[in-house]
């Protein structure tokens, strides 16, 4: 049994939950990127904010500190924070569209105890309860290992280009929750 609690977020967790992606970004992601995608990381990545308004974010807390997180969306934006562009917050049918997984992170600390595992778990409950029968999200390297085991597979790779040219690499992975 995995010794942590988990809850939804609230707009009182912004700030934590801001430096616990940021840290995630910075410690996890140069074992796979280089430091200009790491760098670009940042302004892809982040909290969307719609997330925490439409009660789909999850917090992980172990003693009251919040060592995870990560949601779902029933919104078409498939990544990316409150700043990202190409925002979309179109409703998705969920008899022929796929629930978005988001902004899944974890504390550098907490890697490998089972945080993303039980943050998929909710995230695909919580989709299937309210009639999605798929799961989409968007893997950065980093989460590829955790997304094949959990049963996600690969549907695209693509790179995210920023205006100064860095490709970012990211995969768009699929899971059906039949």
Same mark, same amino acid.
């Given at each position: 049994m995995i010794p942590f609690n988990h809850r939804l977020a609230t707009r009182a967790d912004i700030a934590a939950l801001t430096a616990l992606m940021d840290v995630s970004i910075a410690a996890l992601l140069?074992?796979?990127? &280089?430091? #200009?995608?790491?760098? /670009? &990381?940042? %302004?892809i990545m982040g909290l969307d904010s719609q997330l925490i308004e439409d009660g789909?974010?999850?917090?992980?807390?172990?003693?009251? @500190?919040?060592v995870g997180s990560g949601g779902w &969306?029933? @919104? %078409?934006?498939?990544f990316g924070g409150d700043h990202s562009p190409? @925002? #979309?917050?179109?409703?998705l049918d969920p008899t022929t569209e796929a629930a978005r997984v988001r902004a899944m992170y974890t504390h550098p600390d907490f890697t490998r105890r089972g945080i993303g595992r039980r943050v998929l778990d909710l995230c695909e &409950? /919580?989709?299937? /309860? /309210?009639?999605?029968?798929?799961?989409e999200l968007v893997a950065t390297a980093a989460g590829l290992p955790l997304y094949r085991a959990c049963g996600y597979v690969d549907v695209e790779p693509f790179e995210h280009v920023t205006d100064a040219g860095v490709r970012v690499p990211l995969v768009r992975m699929e899971k059906s929750l039949g």
């Amino acid at each position: 049994m995995i010794p942590f609690n988990h809850r939804l977020a609230t707009r009182a967790d912004i700030a934590a939950l801001t430096a616990l992606m940021d840290v995630s970004i910075a410690a996890l992601l140069p074992s796979f990127l &280089s430091p #200009d995608q790491v760098m /670009a &990381s940042f %302004a892809i990545m982040g909290l969307d904010s719609q997330l925490i308004e439409d009660g789909s974010y999850f917090v992980i807390e172990e003693n009251g @500190r919040i060592v995870g997180s990560g949601g779902w &969306s029933r @919104r %078409a934006t498939s990544f990316g924070g409150d700043h990202s562009p190409g @925002r #979309d917050t179109r409703l998705l049918d969920p008899t022929t569209e796929a629930a978005r997984v988001r902004a899944m992170y974890t504390h550098p600390d907490f890697t490998r105890r089972g945080i993303g595992r039980r943050v998929l778990d909710l995230c695909e &409950s /919580a989709a299937r /309860a /309210a009639g999605f029968g798929r799961t989409e999200l968007v893997a950065t390297a980093a989460g590829l290992p955790l997304y094949r085991a959990c049963g996600y597979v690969d549907v695209e790779p693509f790179e995210h280009v920023t205006d100064a040219g860095v490709r970012v690499p990211l995969v768009r992975m699929e899971k059906s929750l039949g």
